[in-house]
C-alpha cells in the first residue's frame, strides 16, 4: 500500500464547476500537506499549502485536512480552462530534509 | 531572474550508457532534491542534499548518483544499473530542507532510453 493514495483522473468538468481532488494517507507523523499543479512538461508549483486540520482558503481555491480521517482535499471552485492541469498533493514530516512523498496526481480537464 | 535550470530539456541513451542531467539554481538555497515522475505515480525521490559535499538517498536511489560540490549545482547520473530509467527528471531546491520550507521545480528533462 502507498503511502499516499490520490484519485485516479482524468477528471473533465465544463467551465465554472466545483472541482474536487483527494488525498488520503495511511502515515499519521505526516505534519505538512501540499497541493502543486503541474502544467504539461512542466514542473510542479506550490498551490497551497496547510498544517493543521480544518479549511484554508486562497481566491478561487480551498484547501482541507482531516487528520483523524487521514484525508486532505483541494476544491476549485468556478473553474476556468487555464486551471486544466496534473494536481499533485504531497506530505512531509518533520526532521526529514524536507523530503516530500507525491500522490499520484489527478489530471484536471476544464472544458470551455 | 532567479531560478533552477535544468539541462537537457530532451536525453536520449543507449542501453548500457552512463548519463549526466544537469540541475542549477541561484536561489542561494541549501537545499537540493532528484525527483523522478512516470506516468500514474506521482514523483518518487531520488536522492537530496541540505549541505554541500553531503547527501541522502531518496526512496528509489538504486541504479544513480550524484555529487553537491558547489552549492548552485546538484548533477544526477543515471547508471547502466538503473533497470528502467526512461522517466521525466525534476530537480528541486529549498531554502534549508525545513518541514515547510517551500521547494522550487526546474523545468525537467526527459530521458528515454533507446
Known amino acids: 500500500q502507498k503511502e499516499v493514495e490520490q484519485d485516479p483522473g482524468p477528471l473533465s468538468v465544463p467551465e465554472g464547476a466545483i472541482v474536487s481532488l483527494n488525498c488520503t494517507y495511511s502515515n499519521s507523523a505526516f505534519q505538512y500537506f501540499m497541493w502543486y499543479r503541474q502544467y504539461s512538461r512542466k514542473g510542479p508549483e506550490l498551490l497551497m499549502y496547510?498544517?493543521?486540520?480544518g479549511n484554508k482558503e486562497d481566491g478561487r481555491f480551498t484547501a482541507q485536512v482531516d487528520k483523524s480521517s487521514k484525508y486532505i482535499s483541494l476544491f476549485i471552485r468556478d473553474s476556468q480552462p487555464s486551471d486544466s492541469a496534473t494536481y499533485l498533493c504531497?506530505?512531509?514530516?518533520?526532521?526529514?530534509?524536507?523530503?516530500?512523498?507525491f500522490g499520484q496526481g489527478t489530471e484536471l480537464s476544464v472544458k470551455p | 531572474d532567479g531560478g533552477i535550470t535544468q539541462s537537457p530539456k530532451y536525453l536520449f541513451r543507449k542501453e548500457g550508457q552512463n548519463v549526466t542531467l544537469s540541475c542549477e539554481q541561484n536561489?542561494?538555497?541549501?537545499?537540493m532534491y532528484w525527483y523522478r515522475q512516470d506516468p500514474g505515480q506521482g514523483l518518487r525521490l531520488i536522492y537530496y542534499s541540505q549541505i554541500v559535499n553531503d547527501f541522502q538517498k531518496g526512496d528509489i536511489a538504486e541504479g544513480y548518483s550524484v555529487s553537491r560540490e558547489k552549492k548552485e549545482s546538484f548533477p544526477l547520473t543515471v547508471t547502466s544499473a538503473q533497470k528502467n530509467p526512461t522517466a521525466f527528471y525534476l530537480c528541486?531546491?529549498?531554502?534549508?530542507?525545513?518541514?515547510?520550507?517551500?521547494?522550487?521545480f526546474g523545468p525537467g528533462t526527459r530521458l528515454t532510453v533507446l
Open positions: 496547510t498544517y493543521s486540520s
Open positions: 536561489l542561494n538555497h541549501d537545499a
Open positions: 528541486a531546491s529549498s531554502i534549508a530542507g525545513g518541514l515547510t520550507d517551500t521547494q522550487y
Open positions: 504531497a506530505m512531509s514530516i518533520y526532521n526529514q530534509g524536507g523530503k516530500l512523498i
